[in-house]
């Protein structure tokens, strides 16, 4: 297990929490990132709460930056996959979240927490896929 990082995942899942929860209890909004995007992207007249919205998908971006200026290092990072199969994920990643109402943020850390049971079977039915998609692709498509 070469990416065996037990105390930065801790430390990064409780900072994932601590936003949602700190979201819920200033705004009484769900911490879903695709919803956040879509709202500060929706050209659909004035969007009123746009400036948390703004500061909110800053903040994901600027935080690794603030890592890398605090530590001196980044990640190694390796796309093992074709830049197109990539590109065809993310799409597909961006088409379920709009079939589903919701990506990982909102459904798996947000809608489990508040023991909403549509949250609870879409969080099963994406981790389902993506172990199954990881499996195909991996053994059956490449390894096979």
């Not at 530590?71 to 961006?94: E, H, N, Q």
């Amino acid at each position: 297990m070469e990416n065996f990082t037990p105390l930065a995942s801790l430390f990064g899942g409780a900072l994932i929490g601590l936003s949602a929860v700190v979201l819920m209890l200033l705004n009484g909004r769900i911490a879903g990132i695709s919803g956040i995007t879509a709202g500060l992207l929706s050209f659909s007249g004035s969007v009123p709460d746009r400036g948390w919205r703004i500061a909110f998908v800053a903040g994901i971006v600027i935080a690794p930056l603030a890592l890398v200026l605090l530590t001196g290092s980044r990640p190694d990072i390796a796309f093992v996959a074709p830049m197109s199969m990539t590109i065809a994920a993310g799409l597909l990643v961006g088409f379920g979240t709009i079939l589903g109402n919701g990506c990982t943020s909102g459904h798996g850390v947000c809608g489990i927490a508040r023991l909403s049971t549509r949250s609870i079977i879409a969080t099963a039915v994406f981790m389902t896929a993506g172990i199954a998609t990881t499996f195909i692709v991996r053994h059956l498509i490449v390894g096979g």
